[in-house]
C-alpha cells in the first residue's frame, strides 16, 4: 500500500506568527494519526523558523507512528537525530534565504562526506533517505553513500501544474517516473513529496515503484477549510484511487 506521511511543519508556522502554544503541531500529528497518516514528517530548520526542538521531544513522546526528521547534513542535525533515534531521518538541502526547500540535496559532489554523515545515523537504526531530484546522477550518489531511501521533489512538477504549464510539467513528470523506476532497479525505497495537492497528486501516486508521499503544506491549508481529519481523508482517497 502506498503510504501517507503527514508533514506538520506548518501548523508551527502558524503558532510562530503569534508566538505561545497554539496551534500545537504536536495535537496535529495525533489527529493525522486518528485520520489514517501511515507516518508524520517534521523538519527541523536550522533557523526554527516553524518546528522547534520542544516539538520533537513532544513528537517522539507521543507518536505510535513513525517520525520522518527532516533536517540539514549539519553537526547539530546529527547530534539532535541520535539522541532521539527517529525512524527515519531525511537529509535535505537549506539555504537560509529560500522561502521553501527548492531543491534536491548535491549528493554527487559531497559523497565522501556525506557518506561518513550518515554511517551513524543507519547504525543507530534510522533509515537514512535523502530528499533529491530526478537527476540519474545525483540518485546513483545517493546509492553508493548507503541511503537506504530517496524522497524524489515533486516541487517542480507541482509548480508547473498550478501554473497551467502542461507540456513542460508532463516533461517534469516524464522525468520523475524514469527516475523512481532507476532508484528502484538500485534496490532503492522511493518516496516522493513537496508541493503536491488533490488536484496534482494522482499521477505521483500512481507510479508503482513509489512507496510513500510526504504532505504537508497543502494539507494544512485546506485543514482551514474543511478541518485536518477530511483533508487528510480526502488525499488518502485520491491516493488510493490512483492505485486502484
Ligand atoms: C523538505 C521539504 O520539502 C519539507 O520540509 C517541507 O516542504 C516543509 O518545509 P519548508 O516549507 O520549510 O520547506
Ligand atoms: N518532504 C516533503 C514534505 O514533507 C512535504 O512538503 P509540502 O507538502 O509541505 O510541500
New binding site residues.
Partial sequence: MLRL?V?I??VATVRNARGGAYPDPTRAAKLAEEAGADGI?A?LREDRRHILDADIDALMDTLTVPL?F?MAATKEMQAIALRHKPHAV?L?PEKREER??EGGLEVAREENQLAHYIAPLREAGCRVSI?IAADQQQIEAANRIGAQVI?L???AY?DLHAEGHFAERDIEFARLREMATFAHSLGLEV?A????TYDCVKPIAALPEVVEL???????GEAIFSGLDPAIREMRRLMDEARA
Fill in positions: 506521511g508533514n511543519d506548518h514528517t523538519h520522518n527532516e531525511c535535505v521553501t526547500t530528499f524522497e521533489h515533486t516541487g507541482c518516496h513529496g513537496h508541493g503536491l510526504n504532505i504537508g503544506h497543502f494539507l494544512i
